[in-house]
């Protein structure tokens, strides 16, 4: 039997290479037709965005203390959600939206391009979905995890 899930995520390497070629092309635009150095300058909000995109990385660890995951460079710091402050689990089938959604929203999101997510709903009302590309082994450790604990799993196919 499993006792740990770890699962380290970031963007594919297609997905680097195509921000890659954006800079180069916007780069070329502003270099080549606007020929001014004010308006090459211009362009460093977007190489911070894309170089966001590509360091970007969420580590998701899950054993018996609880749920840790760290979604870097957005956040510097690791969540850690102990069992016994989890009141129910939902395990979800559809895709979650990328970035973390600001927590006057409803969930705090930390996903990256995920077809299945985690949602975790905890006793102070706080609620998390974290996204996963391996949504059987999340399931299989969830569920021996939240019953060892009494927590609630559902599994929902919207």
Known sequence: MVSTFTENQSYSLLFDVLVVIALVGVFAFFWRYLKKRVYMWSGLPLVAVCLLFITEK?????????????????????????????????????????????????????SIFDECGLYIYLKNGKKYIIGT????????????FAVQNRIRVSKQNS
């Open 58 to 110: 969420l580590e998701t660890n899950i054993n018996e203390k609880g749920i840790t995951f760290e979604m870097f460079p957005i956040e510097q710091s690791t969540t850690q959600i102990e069992w016994h402050d989890i009141e129910h689990l939902e395990l979800h089938n559809h895709i979650v939206y990328n970035r973390r959604i600001s927590s006057s929203f409803k969930y705090d999101v930390y």
């Open 133 to 144: 590309k391996k949504p059987d082994e999340l399931r299989d450790i969830v569920t021996t």
